[in-house]
């Protein structure tokens, strides 16, 4: 008989209920809940059809910025931006000069559920498609006591059980190494998520999917339900293993291009350059990762850096008057009003409409990999995300749920 697992783990303030049955977090990357009712509509996703009348089918808020980093940070931490730090996927590192990704785990400043967890005698495993967030995802994780499983699809040819948990993972998938643009490489963490239930039998997994499909195709289109009519093949396999399922959305995807298909952009560094003159701000757009060619690194959030702080509220002021700006304000309202750290956004953090995506120069982003009209987010618009269970949540009476209370729903209130 093993150790005794505590009824409760504490993690950043948040208590969770050790598992009775495996329970499974998958974010569907950029899934704006219209993928998936269109699928179900047309008639290809019949799991996704079975839980959502027989378990839960609600809507969450995502964290402002709208971005992967940040979100599915928040989603594994329970916690937003202000308390891990993760406020996009690149910033201005103000100490260093330095223009840098934001996904090394330096920056992270909360602990994951996931540590809570094996730290308490669980079993658990993280599985995402890119691998730019599976070294935070997965921070702390002691891979040597056999307990925990970290990797992604993009990599999973690397995997070793030193680092990962885990040595030959496309062997154990029984998939090739899918491409990073593909939707195999979501396709891959959900079959190695079936796996492992099979084969470890995890208290507690977070799947992490790609969104390439979404920043290419609207919901119903041909290949988003192909997409959702995958996803729905592994939720019915998830779900006749007896998992306890919630899936959620880091964020939700709106199409940003003119009626001729050409991205419709508002150049930010340009108007500034214009406005200030050269030098004077430096726009930061946080949408910026290892992987723009599906989106050019144009999203609709943006933090811009002053040469003088106590500008920030008049260039709000003057931005928030631009065509296709939904918001611009200083740092201090930006930190109250979206929960962000301080010390890692602009001066003034620019927040664009549903139609609209920012740009910095029109001469830095380069746009070739653009082979459909632009699609992308970041901004309020696309807040709104699924909270779906395979079992029944009771939650307290005019509750607004965030997408990282998906392990508290998943945990404290299925029934």
């Known amino acids: 008989m093993g150790p005794r697992r505590p009824a409760v783990i504490t993690a950043n303030g948040r208590d969770y209920a050790f598992p009775s049955r495996p329970t499974v977090v998958v974010c569907i990357d950029g899934s704006e809940p219209g993928y998936i009712e269109a699928a179900v509509e047309a008639g290809l996703a019949p799991n996704f059809a079975r839980i959502m009348a027989e378990g839960a089918n609600l809507t969450a808020q995502a964290q402002i910025p709208s971005f992967t980093n940040p979100n599915n940070i928040s989603i594994i931490t329970g916690r937003p931006p202000s308390v891990h730090g993760v406020a996009g996927n690149y910033f201005f590192d103000r100490a260093t000069g330095e223009e840098v990704m934001m996904n090394d785990v330096r920056f992270l400043r909360a602990p994951t559920i996931m540590k809570a967890f094996q730290d308490a005698g669980a079993k658990v495993a993280v599985v995402t498609a890119k691998d730019k967030l599976r070294a935070m995802l997965g921070h702390g994780l002691a891979m040597a006591a056999g307990t925990a499983v970290a990797f992604s699809s993009e990599k999973a040819d690397k995997a070793t059980r030193a680092e990962h948990g885990v040595s030959d993972a496309l062997a154990m998938v029984g998939m090739p190494l899918p491409d990073v643009y593909s939707a195999e ?6 079959a190695a998520g079936v796996k492992l239930i099979g084969l470890m039998r995890p208290d507690l997994m977070y799947l992490s999917t790609t969104d390439y499909v979404q920043h290419k195709a609207a919901p119903g289109s041909p290949m988003a339900n192909a997409f959702y009519a995958m996803m729905d093949r592994y939720v019915g396999e998830l779900d006749a293993l007896g998992c306890t399922l919630v899936l959620t959305a880091d964020h939700g995807m709106n199409d940003k291009h003119l009626p001729d298909g050409q991205p419709d952009v508002l150049y930010l560094q340009d108007v500034m350059d214009e406005w200030l003159g050269q030098g ?8 910026t990762d290892p992987y723009v060619v599906h989106h050019g690194a144009l999203g609709s959030f943006a933090t811009v850096y002053l040469e003088s702080a106590g500008d920030a509220r008049a260039v709000a002021a003057r931005i928030a008057g631009l065509p296709g700006v939904e918001a611009a304000v200083d740092a201090e309202e930006a930190c109250r009003r979206f929960d962000l750290p301080a010390d890692r956004i602009g001066d003034v953090v620019v927040v664009s409409s549903r139609r609209k995506a920012l740009g910095s120069s029109r001469d830095r982003h380069d746009l070739s990999g653009l082979t459909e009209p632009l699609r992308s987010h970041g901004g309020l618009t696309e807040q709104a995300v699924p909270m779906i269970s395979n079992r029944r ?14 392990f508290d729903v998943a945990l404290n209130h299925v029934q």
Do not use: H, K, Y
């Not at 004077?280 to 949408?287: G, N, Y």
């Not at 949540?393 to 965030?402: D, E, K, Q, S």
């Open 185 to 190: 490489l979501s396709e891959f963490v959900m």
């Open 280 to 287: 004077a701000a430096r726009v930061i757009l946080p949408i």
């Open 393 to 406: 949540v009771t939650l307290p009476p005019g509750r607004t749920l965030r997408n990282f209370d998906a």
